[in-house]
């Protein structure tokens, strides 16, 4: 049995530390916030309610496994498509129906939808067998010399969008999931095609009363398993010595001596900050930051009867769009604009007559400060854009308030705010992300900056490498060392 310290109560940190406390290790989680959950956040004001977060869950057979029994819905529109010439596309989660919706989009791309998705099927299947499977460094069992080929090596994203289709609007649509990893899709690799497989295949979920009520249920979970949870407790520091781990070092001064540390943190705040190691840290730096965001919540009044629970509003020109996010850094003039509205289907999260508006634009990890528009004057840009496509909220605003890059580094120590910690900027980027193992014994890393990536599932898996991680290192009933 290992005394076991994880830093950080984000799912992938909830997860690991549940796993581990059922297999029979001490387990101590510590959390700088007073709540858990990390990016499984809300924002609340007068009756409206605001994921911060996730608002779409995917395989959702990950958090069964673990013992979450909360209601799901599933979502049959997954995504509503508006394209800078006014045309749009409604993604259904059954297959068949978004091939025909496809093909009236674009007539006689729906074939060519249908074989786009044979392939991502079968590019999930080989990464579930390979990459999802375990830490990097471990070959695994389940593998194929075939699954080599599967993921379209040395291909970008985009790229396979261009061979997948002829029409424009369609490899915009298929580019769109390199935001899912915060990436560039015209550097990102063409295995993030699998994830329409994900969606088509597996479903789109919301959880009623929004999904950071998930965060909930993996607390409960932690004290049925006598995880002790500590909030509101800054860990600012990772002892270590004679190659090991020995404690962790809190900003109010206590230590609590251990003999696993799981860090659920950015990677780069572990080696720049809590185990400095300069390496590591230029090893990171490499990779570029992911995308951040930039949120409009808005408490918006009356009813929009045009409007799907996840709607994308895209810009004209994607490749600008991208150059001014990862070349220039800077917040793109003409951005594309997500809009969640869970108020759609769930009316607890707005009140009646009223609708919850979450606007999410990628912008550059990067503060503020250093933008050439303030946070105020991007806000109105993007209303600006928003009523040019459509969606004018003139005079219907009840408030709107903002979060920021500087909102997610301060909250999360995210590394200048990126989501995901670094990007995915070519064809062997996933592989160069931070390891799950760290560099002395017994430390172990878990979160979107790290393999196998970000995303609900994703984190969760991690959870769940890790765990297997410490078992294998430290088993159960054997003494440490």
């Known amino acids: 049995m290992a005394e076991v310290s994880v830093i950080g109560g984000g799912v992938g940190g909830m997860v690991s530390a549940l796993l581990l406390a059922r297999s029979g290790h001490e387990v101590r989680l510590f959390e700088q916030l007073p ?6 956040a809300e924002h609340r004001r007068d009756g409206f309610t605001f994921s911060l977060g996730p608002s779409l869950l995917t395989l959702p057979g990950v958090f069964r496994e673990l013992g979450v029994r909360r209601e799901l819905v599933e979502l049959r529109e997954l995504c509503r498509y508006r394209f800078a010439d006014g045309s749009r596309l409604s993604a259904h989660r059954d297959p068949e129906r978004m091939a025909a919706e496809v093909e009236r989009l674009a007539p006689g791309q729906g074939a060519r939808w249908r074989a786009f998705h044979a392939w991502a099927r079968g590019c999930l299947e080989a990464s ?16 194929r010399l075939s699954d080599l080929t599967a ?7 985009a790229g396979l969008a261009r061979r997948a289709f002829t029409d424009r609007r369609l490899r915009q649509y298929v580019a769109r ?14 295995a993030l095609g699998c994830i329409p ?14 999904l950071p009520t998930l965060a909930d249920d993996l607390a409960r979970l932690l004290e049925e398993a006598q995880v002790e949870v500590r909030l509101s407790a800054r860990v600012c520091e990772v002892v270590a010595g004679g190659g090991r781990v020995r404690a962790v070092r809190l900003a109010d001064g206590g230590e609590v001596g251990c003999d696993v540390v799981i860090a659920n943190t950015d990677a780069a705040e572990l080696y720049g ?10 090893r990171i730096a490499a990779l570029g930051p992911s995308s951040s965001a930039f949120l409009l919540l808005a408490g918006v009044e009356g009813r929009t009867e045009e409007l799907a629970h996840h709607s994308i509003l895209f810009s004209a020109d994607y490749r600008a769009e991208f150059g001014d996010l990862f070349e220039h850094r800077r917040p793109p003039r003409d951005p594309t604009v997500y809009v969640g509205c869970a108020s759609v289907d769930d009316p607890s999260q707005a009140p009646e007559g009223a609708e919850a508006w979450t606007m999410l634009v ?10 050439p528009l303030s946070p105020q004057a991007y806000r109105d840009l993007v209303l600006e854009r928003l009523a040019e496509r459509g969606h004018d909220l003139s005079g219907r605003l009840r408030f709107v308030d903002l979060f920021t890059p500087a ?50 599932p994703l984190v969760a898996m991690g959870g769940r490498i890790v765990a297997d991680l410490v078992n294998r290192d430290f088993p159960v009933g054997k003494a440490t060392s």
């Not at 579930?128 to 593998?143: I, N, Q, V, W, Y």
């Open 273 to 282: 900050h809590l185990l400095p190691d300069r390496r590591r840290l230029r």
């Open 128 to 143: 579930t067998r390979t990459f999802f499977a375990g830490p990097l460094t471990r070959p695994p069992s389940e593998a």
């Open 197 to 210: 497989a994900i969606e088509h295949d597996h479903g789109g979920w919301y959880v009623p009363g929004g």
């Open 35 to 40: 709540r858990l959950g990390g990016k499984l």
């Open 362 to 371: 990628n912008v550059p990890a990067r503060d503020p400060s250093r933008w």
């Open 177 to 190: 999931y390199a935001t899912y990893a915060g990436s560039n899709p015209y550097r990102a690799p063409a």
């Open 151 to 157: 993921v379209a090596p040395g291909r970008t994203l």
């Open 407 to 456: 909102d997610l580094r301060e909250r999360y120590g995210a590394w200048d705010g990126a989501i995901y910690g670094g990007a995915y900027s070519g064809p062997l980027a996933p592989f160069r992300r931070p390891g799950n193992r760290g560099p002395r014994r017994g430390l172990y890393l878990v979160g979107g900056s790290v393999h196998p990536g970000g995303g609900l």
